[in-house]
């Protein structure tokens, strides 16, 4: 994946411009705005014989600089002089190699479990993603066509595999090719052709949209393929003592989690009555201009959000979660997962300017919440995030942060596992030490699920 606002659309996914399946090679290429993705499949009949991916990344100037991140299940992941090998958790490792640019050195992220490349300029990145059984002998793998293929050498035999944006043509050893994609095999001394040729998705096909907003109904992983990491967040934790008053800073960028622009401080505490909040956040360009309570276009202002799951079961059982966005201007929109029509009774809210940017006071009544008043040692998940127009509306250069930084704006109700935490407690008190022991009741519980045959087997 690549990290930049230039690359984001609102779906979050590629539109399909090219596909195409033959014997021996699987083509595909997407765009997402500023970026473009190519992938080839070599593969052969037998499982066992060399199956594996070449991948062009390509971005244009208003998509870098930016972050190249690959995601891994790994044991380990060792360099070696053209990339790294990623040491599988079972009995089938996967060697990567660069092609271009040159001189590629990744950084490798083994306790988040992805490898990470600065890309400085407009251009393309292509790497062959190689697996094998941990008792083969890894490839022999050389860029060749300045980066724009790779040549494979295994027991099996030699292939020449090519994929760049534009057609290109390229001679070597005997072999020439000429397009964009396409893979020659030696295999005993005879060479075995496979490219792709025109295969253009056209832009007006009528189930294109449709199928970008289609959620796989299917198995999958659990969100986290590694027991011992499978822990929810128990770093954000506000305590509410009904003194003084919980806080909530260092907000992150989403999704390159830098330092925003401008920072964000929420204090949180507690009465019988209500939940009470105060965001200060600093902005030099402050931008409004949309009314109206529930407007869906809120967003285009400047504008904080809060994120609740009173039952803190991260979805356990019938979690309902909701959201409280606040603009600069004083306007709400409220909503509960599954209720679009749910609104806070007797909500209060209050903003303020200044030179240094703007403040909201938001009381959230109990009552308003529909909930009965928490008891001392009760806890609720929680999170804050915020949109930072850049003095106009602008959807590259407006600016996401979260308090928990964990995915875009429209993502969090489904990230509430990762959320942080409201501990209410005793009045004065600094801890609660009853309520922590609540929390680690509900992780263990969220640990177990992930991992039950029933969990998986029913398509999560």
């Given at each position: 994946m ?14 399909l ?19 473009q ?7 052969d009949?037998d499982p ?17 600089p ?29 060697d990567i190699?660069?092609l ?8 490798i ?15 393309s990145?292509?790497?062959?993603l190689?697996?094998?059984m941990?008792?083969?002998?890894a ?7 300045g ?5 494979v ?13 534009e ?19 030696l295999?005993n001394?005879k ?8 295969c253009?998705?056209?832009?007006d ?13 299917g ?7 590694d027991y011992?990491?499978l822990?929810?967040?128990?770093g ?31 204090t949180?505490?507690?009465?019988k ?8 956040c ?9 009314k ?5 276009k ?8 809060i994120?609740?799951e ?6 356990l ?6 959201m409280?966005q ?6 709400c ?8 029509e ?20 938001v009381?959230l009544?109990f009552k ?15 999170n ?21 930084s ?23 008190e ?5 309520a ?10 969220v640990?177990?699920r992930a991992y039950s045959k029933?969990?998986?087997l029913?398509?999560?």
């Amino acid at each position: 994946m690549v990290d930049k606002p230039a690359t984001y659309n609102e779906e979050r996914v590629m539109a399909l411009t090219e596909f195409k399946s033959t014997d021996d090679f699987d083509y595909t290429s997407g765009i997402r705005r500023g970026w473009q993705r190519q992938i080839g499949f070599v593969k052969d009949k037998d499982p066992m014989a060399p199956n594996y991916f070449i991948v062009t990344d390509t971005v244009d100037e208003k998509s870098s600089p930016t972050i190249w991140r690959l995601y891994l299940l790994a044991r380990d992941i060792v360099p070696h002089k053209s990339g790294v090998t990623v040491i599988g958790k079972d009995d089938v490792d996967m060697d990567i190699f660069f092609l271009r640019p040159g001189k590629v050195v990744p950084k490798i992220k083994l306790d988040k479990e992805h490898i990470s490349i600065a890309i400085h300029e407009s251009g393309s990145l292509a790497v062959v993603l190689h697996p094998r059984m941990k008792t083969e002998k890894a490839p022999e793998v050389t860029a060749i066509a300045g980066g724009r293929g790779a040549k494979v050498v295994t027991p099996a035999g030699t292939d020449y595999v090519f994929l760049d944006p534009e057609p290109f043509s390229h001679e070597q050893d005997g072999i020439s090719f000429e397009g964009k994609a396409g893979v020659i095999k030696l295999r005993n001394g005879k060479q075995v052709r496979s490219t792709p040729g025109e295969c253009v998705v056209k832009a007006d096909w009528p189930g294109d949209r449709q199928l970008r907003m289609i959620r796989w109904p299917g198995l999958r992983y659990p969100r986290f393929p590694d027991y011992d990491d499978l822990q929810p967040n128990t770093g954000n934790v506000l305590v509410l003592n009904q003194k003084e008053p919980a806080k909530a800073d260092d907000f992150k960028v989403v999704p390159t989690l830098g330092k925003p622009k401008g920072p964000t401080e929420v204090t949180v505490n507690w009465t019988k009555k209500a939940l009470d909040l105060t965001f200060i956040c600093e902005d030099k360009d402050l931008h409004t201009g949309e009314k109206g309570h529930d407007n869906i276009k809120l967003w285009r202002d400047d504008c904080v959000y809060i994120w609740l799951e009173p039952e803190h079961d991260h979805g356990l059982e019938n979690s309902k979660k909701m959201m409280i966005q606040v603009t600069a201007d004083g306007f709400c929109h409220d909503t509960r997962e599954g209720d679009q029509e749910f609104d806070v009774k007797k909500i209060k809210i209050k903003t303020t300017r200044s030179t240094t940017g703007w403040t909201a006071q938001v009381s959230l009544p109990f009552k308003g919440l529909g909930l009965k008043a928490p008891k001392p040692g009760d806890v609720w998940g929680i999170n804050f995030s915020r949109i930072d127009q850049p003095g106009r509306l602008d959807h590259e250069l407006m600016q996401t942060s979260s308090w928990v930084s964990i995915g875009y704006v429209g993502d969090l109700f489904k990230t509430a596992d990762l959320w942080g935490h409201l501990i209410f407690a005793e009045k004065g008190e600094a801890d609660s030490a009853a309520a922590r022991k609540a929390m680690n009741a509900t992780h263990q519980k969220v640990m177990e699920r992930a991992y039950s045959k029933e969990y998986l087997l029913q398509g999560h």
